[in-house]
């Protein structure tokens, strides 16, 4: 990833409206929200998500596509992801112990759960 892709990710998840709509399209992954569904989920108008979604889909951080009349927006994960790593290259300075704390907390946080055992 380059720079400027990595700033422009970044500034778009910087105002508390797109954040939050980032989230919570990632929690309902991978089914994506309608738009409609997502500007009422933050209690927004939706012709002020829309241009917050603008500016996401500009940063390559959400996708959309359309079914019937409802527009479905997606977080793309791929793009995050590449954030993410761009952020932490080199964060250790050849040094694994500094950036072992994060990755913990990056598994630990999306580590698929479990299924309990049922027993008989």
């Not at 209690?43 to 951080?61: D, F, Y």
């Not at 913990?104 to 027993?119: A, G, H, I, M």
Request: proline share 5%; net charge positive.
């Amino acid at each position: 990833m380059e720079t400027d892709q990595a700033v422009l990710a970044l500034a778009a998840l910087s105002q508390p409206t797109r954040l939050e709509a980032f989230r919570a399209l990632v929690r309902h992954e991978p089914e994506g929200l309608a738009a409609g569904d997502l500007a009422r989920l933050l209690e927004v108008p939706q012709n002020t998500l829309s241009a917050h979604l603008s500016v996401l889909s500009r940063a390559r951080l959400v996708c959309s596509e359309r079914h019937s009349r409802s527009i479905i927006y997606r977080a793309n994960l791929g793009e995050f992801r590449e954030v993410a790593v761009f952020l932490l290259r080199d964060c250790c300075g050849g040094r694994p112990e500094v950036c072992e704390p994060v990755v913990e907390t990056l598994q630990s946080c999306c580590s698929p759960k479990r299924k309990e055992k049922v027993r008989a």
